[in-house]
């Protein structure tokens, strides 16, 4: 379907389009889908911009990465089909480890998210059938497998869009995560050491410049960045944006 | 996916398993899962029940259904696979008129879903190929199409889950319209008669058991009812679940 421009929600729906496409091949999972509508409301609440709060979760992040010695980004079907670009560039400039790690997993569909990363100039992408050869301790043997190189023996690792369970396990291992997620009340979120809350596709760009101004610099001490605070502010801009629109309702 | 019954969102992993399923069996369309992803968020911060302001729009909407003379229901790929039986219940409780309505139209999946219906025991099905013959002013052919026995001559309409763009064309068109949307800010919501903001899979049993209390009643008075104070009400129950759930984090 094409999209006319002036469509008050233009930029949703070019994504929402984007993500149907990455259905039919078979990069996305139909629950993948139905992540991306709960995403797009929660996009909706937070005002669907990177908030100040976002901004300084962007800066703490490229802070811990930078500093990390095996820093891994999990790749799912859904930011594999957003923001590809952006994983590779990533990759390249810290540099990164990319791991594909699915929630429903089939050899077939790791293989063409594998493809996919490597059509933008991806390279040594783990997680890819037999090399996921190591079990997350506390998860079952199909959600549980991650690569030996990649993210068992990371310290920090960037889940965006991660299961509450598999990033709860994560964490019980001793990693530092940082999460991207819409909904600032996941328990991804609420377990993970960063939460950025934004949509990935203006989170990324900007966890890139960041990055980019950090490296080869000399970061000695440690951000200071309460997580806690950080949530509570992001439901509190929903919270604001919700009265906003009740406002709205009165003007009409 | 066997959906474990310990599992904190039981219910609402249940009814993401169906809608998947319908996807494969091409009820409803990949637009149409990210849709219900929207849903889901939007019914977490409404706290997963039928609040008191969804109860008084139900009863309302009982009572301008029973008043009616050519009621119809707009059916869509994703309240067919949600509510069948009750689509068809109350159809031949009022009685009421069931018309297929799609954004994305196509003969094949119309049939689907009529079929769907009638396995339900639905009859008189509306809406199916050659059956769209009339045109909702101010929408192009493809989205307007409606059944002039239908929807085209119907006095008050139900729409579930509708687009924005054709819940006005029918406002403009002098109907009454009745719309069932978790988003109590879409456009649909907004220029509905009555919005009930509910799910309709608890919405829906909850209408017909008020049309039931109602039917063969004389009822004289037309329902004082104020969408817009209902609407608000609604927004303002999110904002309160919204400053539970910041207060949530504080006590971790």
Known sequence: MVVPKNHPRYESLLLREKVKDCLKEGIIS???????????AFDYFLGERTTEQAETAIKASARLLCRAENPVISVNGNIACLVPEEIVKISKILPLKIEINLFYRTVERETKIKKRLEKFGGKNILGVGENA???IPGLDSLRG????E???????????????DRALALKNMGKKIIAIDLNPLSRTSLCADITIVDNVVRAMPRLIEEIKKLKN????????FDNAENIKKSIEIMKNNLIRLQEKIDER
């Open 145 to 148: 497998k991650v690569s030996r």
């Open 133 to 135: 050869n190591e079990c």
């Open 217 to 224: 610099k000399d970061i000695e001490e440690e951000f200071i």
């Open 30 to 40: 139909e629950v993948g889908i139905a992540a991306h509508g709960r995403g797009e």
């Open 150 to 164: 990649g993210i068992f023996t990371s310290d920090v690792i960037i889940v965006p869009l991660e299961d509450g």
